[in-house]
């Protein structure tokens, strides 16, 4: 229809909020522009970017630690240092990776070759969500508190085929790659290198409006258990970390009432270490709107871990006003009435090991200190500090 055409027609619904938010990230890049010209003027180019260079030496040297460290494993263990894994889409599109390790000087290949063709929907994923899955991953595993920056794949060779969902055409639909397709890739990787069972693995993206206004939220679930721990309950992990907005604000700017919002018991798999449950949302719809739901986990459970057992899969059902209840599948998008309600049941994480295995004593979260660290708190922690 090309809206944009048209007289008085902007072409969105809410202009000003994109425009703020426009505003919003051209304010964040002159914040850094401005740090980086202070930085300079007060040590010079020269040794900036010399500490540029020495923070990605470093993380290119602890990567090579933990490649020859899980190589070497592995080769004691099966005689190879080669890993393998693969899991599956709801689709059924297979997801492969086999992962080269090169002992002696701590370089890594992966290969994705096996990986399924591109697909019909929107679950194709560029070439780059694929990279950041496996930088992401080796940041996670390397036990070091370091900077994230290129030099982490300084050691890492990808091979990604042409015309796989993770190397589609051009013209190939990818929304649904970086939220989604994004969350199996870090799977299959963490799978190859036995670091911890699946999370929930997907985003739990939901979408409601009509042409007065437009909602978007992502929906936390279980995280994965592993060698040392119980995972989390009601949390987003991985490739995703978005807050959810207040019930009270959520209410009182959109035509929904929240019916429910709780933790999904027994939804995380059973193991020496448990999966963290999912959780149960349920939105009831004020009056006429477009529903769509883009999800994942739908089919194939969370897998656990060294014994341990799969986290349950979701569930998106639709119970209209008079009382039917229906299955939404995946990935679906419909029109709803008032009265009409959602409930979204999100997946379970994985556990670790065998159940049987167990010791009620290592469980007990009251025994462990957790050190909060990371942007959001140094931020808090800021604007806490800060003088009345």
Known sequence: MEPANHPGSSAARNIRD?????????AANHKGIQLMLELCESYGLEIVQTYMKYIQDNAEVVVRDLCRTVGQTMKEKTGSSRLFAEDHMDDGTLIVLQVDIDVNEGSVVFDFNGTGIEVFGNC??????????????????????????????????????????????????????????????????????????????CMNNITFGDETCGYYETVAGGAGAGPSWDGRSGIHTHMTNTRITDPEILE???????????????????????????????????????LSILTERRVFR?????????????????????????????????????????????????????????????QKSGNRTFYEKGSLYDYRSAQEGAPL
């Not at 994109?18 to 051209?26: E, G, H, M, R």
């Not at 035509?255 to 059973?270: A, D, E, M």
């Not at 309600?341 to 295995?357: A, F, Y």
Request: hydrophobic residues 35%; proline residues 6%; charged residues 20%.
């Open 302 to 362: 969370p897998y656990g871990l060294q014994g341990g057992e799969p986290g349950l899969p979701g569930r998106n059902v639709i119970q209209f006003k008079d009382g039917r209840a229906v299955s939404l599948g995946s990935k679906s998008s419909i029109e709803v009435e008032a009265g009409d309600c959602l409930i979204l049941e999100t997946p379970g994480g994985g556990g670790w090991g065998d159940r049987r295995s167990r010791d009620p004593s290592k």
């Open 252 to 290: 009182k700017r959109y035509p929904v009432i929240l019916r429910q919002f709780s933790l999904r018991p027994k939804s995380g798999g059973k193991g020496a270490f448990n999966g963290g449950d999912g959780v149960i949302r349920e939105l009831m719809f004020r009056k006429n709107l477009t």
């Open 124 to 201: 194709n994923a560029p070439r780059a969500v694929t990279y950041a899955a496996i930088l992401y991953c080796l940041r996670c595993m390397i036990g070091h508190d370091i900077p994230l920056n290129q030099g982490c794949l300084n050691a890492v060779t990808v091979i990604i085929p042409k015309g796989t969902i993770l190397n589609p055409s051009e013209n190939a639909a990818v929304v649904g790659g970086n939220v989604l397709t994004s969350q199996r890739i870090v799977d299959v990787i963490f799978k190859a290198f036995e670091a911890c069972a699946a999370s929930q693995g």
């Open 18 to 26: 994109n425009v703020s938010d426009l505003q919003a990230q051209v």
